[in-house]
Nanobody, 118 residues
Framework: QVQLVESGGGLVQTGGSLRLSCAAS????????MGWYRQAPGKQRELVARISSGGSTTYSDSVKGRFIISRDNAKNTVYLQMNSLKPEDTAVYYC????????????WGQGTQVTVSS
């Protein structure tokens, strides 16, 4: 099993920045991709950004150019640097990990709230 623990959420004004962190523990050798998803009230959970163990990244169109995902494999930690935040970025952000040979996330963190005030 893999455990994911997020940190770094909070309240920020429009245009501000936040950095989320997610530390993986347990059977980390089982995972390949890690990523961040978010879920706003009344909406479905959506992909924000994803990064492979080799560093290849994928971003949703809504965050391209504003968010940066990175990964420290030695620390089993993934980061999400969020810049130029907008009120529509307000959501619970979840860290996710994908097992090798899988496509969709198999493990989830508990979520961290990000609120952007206008």
């Amino acid at each position: 099993q893999v455990q994911l623990v997020e940190s770094g959420g909070g309240l920020v004004q429009t245009g501000g920045s936040l950095r989320l962190s997610c530390a993986a523990s347990g059977s980390v050798f089982m995972i390949n991709d890690m990523g961040w998803y978010r879920q706003a009230p009344g909406k479905q959970r959506e992909l924000v950004a994803r990064i492979s163990s080799g560093g290849s990244t994928t971003y949703s169109d809504s965050v391209k150019g504003r968010f940066i995902i990175s990964r420290d494999n030695a620390k089993n930690t993934v980061y999400l640097q969020m810049n130029s935040l907008k009120p529509e970025d307000t959501a619970v952000y979840y860290c996710a990990a994908v097992r090798k040979l899988a496509s969709n996330p198999n493990y989830w963190g508990q979520g961290t709230q990000v609120t952007v005030s206008s």
